[in-house]
């Protein structure tokens, strides 16, 4: 079994309430920092973690934090990005729903470390009730004494504000979000400015992931060395992944970094297989936008090396012949599953998210929705799939904000690596309609495929 | 251009208005425009929709111009510029619960409400629609219901039915 | 005696230049001038907050600075771009930026009714001008394009949806000239539109402006549909005393008649003066006007040439193999239309 931190006692009853969660040592944290260390101490800790953004860009949270800008006499603002609206994520759902004064907590070490005094928590509109859960753990760590004037008496005040959002997956880009915090439409900023130096209403301002936020509460507990021992490489710590799809047991994991992928699918402690006894065909490990992958460079990377969920070796072999850990959505097909229908259904998701302010992506979006939309009725020619490529490739780096990279990946992966799948479909229109390609080679050892 | 064939003049309540003046003290002063979404969540929840008029009294509340609260009520999904159905059904559509069953419930939902996604069944109970992924992909196929957003997970065709029947049983009751 | 501003020293596609800090690359190599300048469909120097959006001027930064010389990993829009000291920009030498242009330019056609034979801006567009010099000939797009209603916005101002690029001018020029904006962009993605969501007329003395902005003929003057093809009018710089504007504006005449007014546009399409709605729609006499001189058209505009000449080497260029090659795509075409 690995180390739980941030679900220790997930199965605890009555943990989603104030008294629970402080009898099983919560609010430790709030104590430690605001009593016995400086905010920069906070940040120090942090930084020796090497906890990195949980939201799905890695980027490492102590730096984001050190950038912070700190102009005298101007308010400076934590936003906590509860968006989640990645499709294969559901983790800050579970967390937020479960144990939302890991979240509570969390931001008050947060906030103290970065010198703010009001911080809000932007949750996407669809969860409705988990916003009334995080109102009602602010309102008892409130009474508690943990959050208002003068926490624990230390001198230090903080309010926290639960944001809903009104359904936009843009909005978990961060200076769309926001925007959508300042009430307007959800159109990523041009950058820079970056965030650090001017965000929200033009102040300073760090937006993190709800995990990454929960996750500082052992960091502050243990220490930052502890945490770091945990993991491999730069990959420290623990993460929550999301498991869908396919598998017997689907739901939220908390694993150490450095598990085998293929343990964590096929163990009973994690996914439990693949559900009905069928076989592997492809899995997308980080959420919608990463790339693909065929069953034969799920469990090895090309090098033959076992695959980890880790940072580093998902993202081993580049996107030739690897992926990336993402948001830790890990979304499982087995071999009844059609690769380009589920392409055209992750095109139409993009398609329908993308907030329409620049071109590439507002245009380029529904022209791939529509590509994929004929190939998988049947409909598509050869030069169909090249085109496809082409237009992923007009989009991909081209775009104001990531959405445009997010809807070009899964369309170039599932080309590169399913190409037969799509050409099938071109050739086989009318079978194509009737049944699906099935497992064909996916799961053969690389070696083969390359002969 | 939205075609605002159909407006329904409304009046806020003190409620409301109390609710919505304990939202703008969430920002700091001249930040009002901050609690517009959470603000026009709390009118579709009373009203069922937001109409024109709705968004413009919002607007005035707010000391903003209508078409800041149009822009913002256009660019997301929840919120409806049009009636809906007493119960909305928002079925999930995206890939994960795609791979569990989604569109067969989507179906499923279409046949037995009789009628077509966006439309409003004769009754005035029902209407629904796909909506894009709700981040609940471990326990699809899913669906929510506003104004609340209950969420029903692991839909069979079975417990859609069954969903169905409570609902229709509970307005009968109202 | 205010300290001397120490300029940065640039270049783009090879051609040096020194600049204040706080300039963007797109108006550096608008200081070199020709054909090294990228094009901006989006960007108004004189609307605060525009551009970004287009995607049309993306440059390649292959040295970010002479501090940090690392190239940049994307390409960048240079109209919002800032330059650094040392900073080396790759425009039309980059068959990178080549390629993803001639990609932004399709795209932005995809949805484009391509309607120039009946559209007032046909002429002046920028859209035109924008597919012409960097676009591909033909489109791999086959699927229906999306169609709105023709709105009229009040008497003088038409909108045509189907042309709009969603450039977001025309909201700019109503938030920063306006104290009241009416019309806003509606929807999202795909389907965003610019419009009053309920039939409003635009009513201002200044909103007339939004049509001068528009690059394309999404936004045009009801007073001048369908007079006449701008090509066949002369225009001529002229001025009066006017309250509210400047009145410093271009006339369009048809023989003796003034069919329409607009503000006088520089080298880069941008208005000089934004005038008022008086001087605009209601001022069409020649006698409420001092006429100035014939405005200076672009050589390669059909206004002023009213056929296409030879494509015009600006020296820099016939110094420099490497843009001589760079411009052999564009030296064909005018071959072609010889």
């Avoid at chain 1, 997930?10 to 609010?27: A, H, L, S, W």
């Avoid at chain 1, 009318?430 to 099935?438: A, F, L, V």
């Avoid at chain 3, 056609?109 to 002046?124: R, Y």
């Amino acid at each position: 079994m690995g180390r739980k931190l941030l679900l220790e006692h997930i199965n605890e009853p009555g943990i989603e309430t104030f008294d629970v969660y402080r009898q099983k040592g919560g609010y430790r944290a709030v104590e430690k920092a605001l009593k016995t260390m400086s905010p920069d101490d906070v940040v120090e800790e942090v930084k020796k973690s090497g906890l990195r953004g949980r939201g799905g860009a890695g980027f490492p949270t102590g730096m984001k934090w050190s950038f912070l800008a700190k102009p005298e006499g101007v308010a400076r603002y934590l936003v906590c990005n509860g968006d989640e609206s990645e499709p294969g994520t559901f983790k800050d759902r579970y967390l937020m729903t479960h144990i939302p004064h890991a979240l509570i907590e969390g931001m008050i070490v947060s906030s103290y470390a970065l010198g703010a005094n009001t911080s809000y928590i932007y949750v996407r509109g669809e969860m409705m009730p988990q916003i009334r859960i995080l109102e009602k753990a602010i309102e008892e760590a409130k009474a508690a004494g943990f959050l208002g004037n003068n926490i624990l008496g230390t001198g230090y005040n903080l309010e926290i504000y639960v944001q809903p959002g009104g359904g936009a997956y843009i909005c978990g880009e961060e200076t769309a979000l926001l925007e959508s915090l300042e009430g307007k439409r959800g159109n990523p900023r041009i950058k820079p400015p970056f965030p650090a130096i001017a965000g929200l209403y033009g102040c300073p301002t760090v937006v993190n992931n709800v995990e990454s936020i929960a996750s500082i509460v052992p960091i502050v507990n243990d220490g930052g060395e502890e945490y770091a021992k945990i993991g491999i490489e730069r990959s420290t710590g623990t993460k929550l992944i999301s498991a869908s799809g396919n598998i017997n047991k689907p739901g939220v994991y908390e694993i150490e970094l450095g598990v085998p992928v293929e343990e964590f699918i096929y163990s009973d402690e994690y996914c439990g297989g693949i559900a009905n006894g069928k076989r592997l065909k492809a899995l997308v490990a980080g959420g919608s936008s990463v790339p693909i992958l065929p069953a034969n460079l799920i469990s090895k990377t090309v090098t033959g090396n076992p695959r980890l969920m880790t940072y580093e070796s998902l993202a081993d072999g580049g996107f030739q012949t690897g992926t990336m850990l993402g948001s830790g959505g890990f979304i499982v097909f087995d071999e009844d599953q059609c690769i380009v229908r589920n392409t055209w259904n992750f095109a139409r998701f993009y398609h329908h998210e993308s907030c329409g302010q620049c071109s590439p992506c507002r245009e380029g979006t529904g022209w791939m929705e529509k590509v994929l939309h004929k190939i998988e009725h049947g409909h598509g020619t050869m030069e169909d799939i090249d085109l496809l490529w082409d237009i992923q490739r007009k989009i991909e780096g081209n775009t104001i904000c990531p959405l445009g990279d997010a809807a070009a990946w899964p369309v170039a992966a599932a080309i590169r690596h399913f190409r037969d799948e799509f050409e099938w479909h071109v050739l086989n229109p009318q079978e194509s309609q009737t049944r699906n390609y099935g497992l064909a080679h996916y799961a053969d050892p690389l070696a083969t495929v390359v002969q | 251009m939205l075609s605002v064939q159909e407006n329904l003049p409304v009046e806020f309540s003190a409620t409301l208005l109390v609710k919505c003046a304990e939202i703008v003290s969430r920002y700091p002063v001249g930040k009002q425009k901050s609690a517009l979404l959470p603000i026009l969540h709390e009118v579709q929840a009373e009203f069922g929709w937001l109409s024109t008029d709705a968004m413009d009294k919002i607007a005035n509340f707010l000391q903003i111009k209508p078409i800041e609260v149009y822009e913002v009520a256009t660019f997301y999904t929840m919120y409806f510029l049009k009636p809906q159905g007493k119960y909305a059904l928002e079925v999930c559509r995206t890939g994960p619960c795609c791979l569990v069953g989604a569109e067969k419930i989507m179906k499923h939902i279409e046949q037995r409400l009789g009628v077509k996604e966006g439309e409003v069944s004769a009754d005035g109970l029902f209407s629904w629609r796909g909506v894009e992924c709700l981040a609940a992909c471990g326990y699809g196929p899913v669906l929510q219901i506003g104004p609340e957003y209950t969420f029903y997970e692991n839909l069979t065709e079975d417990s859609v039915d069954q969903l169905i029947d409570t609902l229709r049983n509970k307005a009968k009751e109202a | 005696m205010a300290d001397e501003v120490v300029n940065f020293k640039v270049t783009i596609d090879g051609i040096p230049v020194e600049v204040a800090p706080g300039t963007t690359i797109l108006n550096a190599a608008r200081q070199i001038g020709g054909d090294i300048v990228p094009p901006a469909m989006c960007y108004y120097s004189k609307l605060e907050g525009s551009g970004g959006k287009c995607r049309t001027c993306l440059v390649k930064v292959s040295k970010g600075s002479e501090k940090d010389p690392r190239p940049m990993p994307k390409l960048v829009a240079s109209c919002r771009t800032t330059v650094m000291d040392g900073m080396e920009v790759q425009n039309i030498t980059s068959p990178e930026v080549v390629e993803a242009r001639k990609g932004v330019v399709e795209i932005l056609l995809i949805n484009h009714p391509l309607d120039c034979p009946i559209c007032d801006q046909a002429g002046e567009c920028k859209l035109q001008d924008l597919g012409y010099e960097h676009g591909s000939e033909g489109t791999r797009y086959e699927f229906e394009r999306r169609t709105f209603e023709r709105v009229d916005l009040g008497d003088k101002i038409q909108l045509h949806m189907n042309r709009c690029i969603l450039c977001y001018r025309c909201v700019y020029v109503a938030n920063q000239l306006t104290e009241q904006r009416e019309h806003g962009i509606l929807y999202r993605g795909d389907h965003s539109e610019i419009t009053t969501h309920i039939e409003k007329a635009l009513d201002h003395d200044f909103i007339g402006n939004v049509i001068d902005v528009c690059p394309v003929g999404a936004l045009t003057d009801k007073t001048f549909r369908f007079k006449n093809r701008v090509w066949f009018t002369k225009p001529v710089d002229a001025h009066r005393d006017c309250p509210t504007c400047s009145g410093k504006v271009t006339l369009w005449y048809k023989g003796e008649e003034v069919l329409r007014v607009t503000g006088r546009k520089d080298e880069f399409g941008e208005v000089e003066d934004f005038i008022c709605n008086t001087c605009r729609f209601d001022t069409k006499n020649t006698s409420d006007w001092v006429l100035e001189h014939p405005t200076d058209v672009e050589k390669e505009s059909v206004i002023g040439a009213n056929h296409y000449e030879q494509f015009n080497l600006p020296p820099v260029i016939k110094e420099d193999e490497v843009l001589q090659l760079a411009n052999a795509e564009q030296l064909q075409r005018t071959e072609r239309l010889k």
